[in-house]
Nanobody, 115 residues
Framework: QAPLVESGGGLVQPGGSLRLSCAAS????????MAWYRQAPGKQRELVAE???????TYADFVEGRFTISRDNVKNTVDLQMNSLKTEDTAVYYC?????????WGKGTLVTVSS
């Protein structure tokens, strides 16, 4: 099984909400800094939000309070709650795990914000 598997993407109207989830396996999840990145068509991959093993969070400026990252160290999952979605949030969203000597990426889940 892949170390990281994302789910929850889909089509949503502007102003709507989606909750992305990333299931982790094969490494000590509670030691990892977990993050969500996104890549829009024709653009570079960019950080959306990050949560450390201690629970500290960081958000990109474009989030503007609309997204919340959270983790569950029992279920080995990291979620991204996205509210007030905009058309410019359309992208493939990737989960990333950062450990001391290795990083893992998921394959991504597509989020399309369109009316």
């Amino acid at each position: 099984q892949a170390p990281l598997v994302e789910s929850g993407g889909g089509l949503v109207q502007p102003g709507g909400s989606l909750r992305l989830s990333c299931a982790a396996s094969g490494f000590i999840f509670k030691l990892a800094t977990m993050a969500w990145y996104r890549q829009a068509p024709g653009k570079q991959r960019e950080l959306v939000a990050e949560i450390t093993r201690g629970g500290s969070t960081t958000y990109a400026d474009f989030v503007e309070g609309r997204f919340t990252i959270s983790r569950d160290n029992v279920k080995n999952t990291v979620d991204l709650q996205m509210n007030s979605l905009k058309t410019e949030d359309t992208a493939v969203y990737y989960c990333k795990a950062e450990l001391t000597r290795i990083s893992y990426w998921g394959k991504g889940t597509l989020v399309t914000v369109s009316s």
